[in-house]
């Protein structure tokens, strides 16, 4: 069975700051997604980035990038120039290519930015 | 703007009483699924449907149903709601289940409270 290990329940970080966020995953499949979605305040989960595993490139999207570690199964986000705005609980989310088409989601973890 | 929209945002009901949620999307997407989410946990998957297919989560207590009568809409019965039901309720859709790159993605509704008393 597949697990999704966000180890960080809490962050802040100054405002223009950067930020990374982890999330480690166990899984014996080869072909899978991975994702960061953010959810405010207002509690809308919205996609942030998604990566395919069978791609090398780490997704980028403006501020937001992944380090995706295929071999060491690990998913990081980095928060490039924080905004007020990016304050919101970040979950990461595992799901296989093929099967299922279930989310895995671990814990969150809540991202402060400070003024 | 092509969206998942929950009605009603908040919902109270009463211990015992039966209430039903409503989810709707505009990206004639084929697969819908309803969540529950507890305050600072992750979504928990109750069901899914599949075009008409329903899916059942294993651990997902016979008091919920649902219900898609169209592509565009789908319902969640709580038949007899108590006190432990009382959270975010989360619907979300994915555009397919064929293993394309994209169609996996899930776009999620802003959510409906539920409040028990």
């Known amino acids: ?115 | 703007d092509a969206m998942v929209i929950q009605n009603p945002r908040y919902q109270v009901t009463q211990f015992g009483k039966p209430v039903t949620l409503s989810c709707s999307q505009t990206l004639n997407h084929n697969v819908m699924y309803w969540y529950q989410q507890k305050s600072s946990q992750a979504p928990k998957l109750l069901f899914h449907y599949y075009d008409k297919d329903f899916n059942n989560e294993a651990d997902t207590p016979d008091n919920f149903q649902s219900r898609r009568p169209n592509t565009s809409f789908c319902f969640l019965d709580i038949r007899s709601p108590g006190l432990g039901d009382a959270a975010m309720y989360l619907c979300a859709t994915s555009r397919d289940t064929t293993g394309l790159a994209g169609d996996e993605t899930q776009y999620f509704g802003p959510g409906t409270r539920l409040l028990v008393l």
Request: proline share 3%.
């Open chain 1, 1 to 115: 069975a597949q697990t999704v290990t966000q180890s960080q329940p809490e962050m802040s970080v100054q405002e223009a700051e950067t930020v990374t966020l982890s999330c480690t995953y166990d899984t014996s499949e080869n072909n899978y997604y991975l994702f960061w979605y953010k959810q405010p305040p207002s509690r809308q989960m919205i996609l942030v980035i998604r990566q395919e595993a069978y791609k090398q490139q780490n997704a980028t999207e403006n501020r937001f990038s992944v380090n995706f570690q295929k071999a060491a199964k690990s998913f990081s986000l980095k928060i490039s120039d924080s905004q007020l705005g990016d304050t919101a609980m970040y979950f990461c989310a595992f799901m296989k290519r093929s099967g299922t088409y279930k989310y895995i989601f671990g814990t969150g973890t809540r991202l402060k930015v400070l003024a």
